[in-house]
Nanobody, 119 residues
Framework: QVRVVESGGALVEPGGSLRLSCEVS????????IRWHRQIPGKEREFVAF??????TELAEFAKGRFTISRGATNLWNLQMNGLKLEDTAVYYC??????????????WGPGTQVTVAS
């Protein structure tokens, strides 16, 4: 089984920065992708960022130039968010998707971490 836990959410002023972390534990295998999503109140969950095992990354248009996804320590992935805006207020979720044989496509989600951008 795989366990996913996000951390780092907080209250921050517009223009500020936060670094969210996603810690994955359990039988992760060595081929996977990590995605960050967010859910703004009253809206559907949306994609924020992606990183593959080989380091390939992808960002949503709203995140380009402000957010960076990277691998930190073992089994830890970070989402660095700079230049935060009021509209970035959301619950941010980390998703682990296995790409290993036998568990290909299986997804595991964390409970989310709240990011609030306010003056």
């Amino acid at each position: 089984q795989v366990r996913v836990v996000e951390s780092g959410g907080a209250l921050v002023e517009p223009g500020g920065s936060l670094r969210l972390s996603c810690e994955v534990s359990g039988s992760t295998g060595n081929v996977y992708v990590i995605r960050w999503h967010r859910q703004i109140p009253g809206k559907e969950r949306e994609f924020v960022a992606f990183i593959g095992t080989g380091g390939t990354t992808e960002l949503a248009e709203f995140a380009k130039g402000r957010f960076t996804i990277s691998r930190g320590a073992t089994n830890l992935w970070n989402l660095q968010m700079n230049g935060l805006k009021l509209e970035d207020t959301a619950v941010y979720y980390c998703e682990f998707e296995s790409r290993a044989i036998g568990t290909y496509g299986k997804e595991f989600w964390g409970p989310g971490t709240q990011v609030t951008v306010a003056s």
